[in-house]
Nanobody
Framework: QVQLVESGGGLVQPGGSLRLSCAAS????????MAWFRQAPGKERAFVAA???????YYADSMKGRFTISRDNAKITVYLQMNSLTPEDTAVYYC??????????????????WGQGTQVTVSS
């Protein structure tokens, strides 16, 4: 069983940046595909970005150029660097993992492990 713990959320002004982290509890997760999803108030959870074991990435169109997903397999941690944040980025951000190390899935049903989420609020 893989446990995922997100951190790094908080309040940021429009135009600002945040880096989210997601630490996994087991070494096996270093070979999992990892992803970030987010759920804004009143909306369904939506795909943000995914990264394979080998570092290949895939982004939702609206995140390209502003968000960067990365990972450190030695630390069993995945990151989401978010730049040029707008109030529309306000959401709970969730980390997810799936056992297939090379599947850049964007469907949340493909992921079997989830963190509890971290709140990101973009407001002046």
């Amino acid at each position: 069983q893989v446990q995922l713990v997100e951190s790094g959320g908080g309040l940021v002004q429009p135009g600002g940046s945040l880096r989210l982290s997601c630490a996994a509890s087991t070494r096996s997760a270093s070979r999992h595909t990892m992803a970030w999803f987010r759920q804004a108030p009143g909306k369904e959870r939506a795909f943000v970005a995914a990264i394979t074991y080998s570092g290949s990435t895939y982004y939702a169109d609206s995140m390209k150029g502003r968000f960067t997903i990365s990972r450190d397999n030695a630390k069993i941690t995945v990151y989401l660097q978010m730049n040029s944040l707008t109030p529309e980025d306000t959401a709970v951000y969730y980390c997810a993992a799936k056992r297939d190390p090379y599947d850049l899935a964007y469907d949340e049903e493909a992921y079997g492990y989830w963190g509890q989420g971290t709140q990101v609020t973009v407001s002046s």
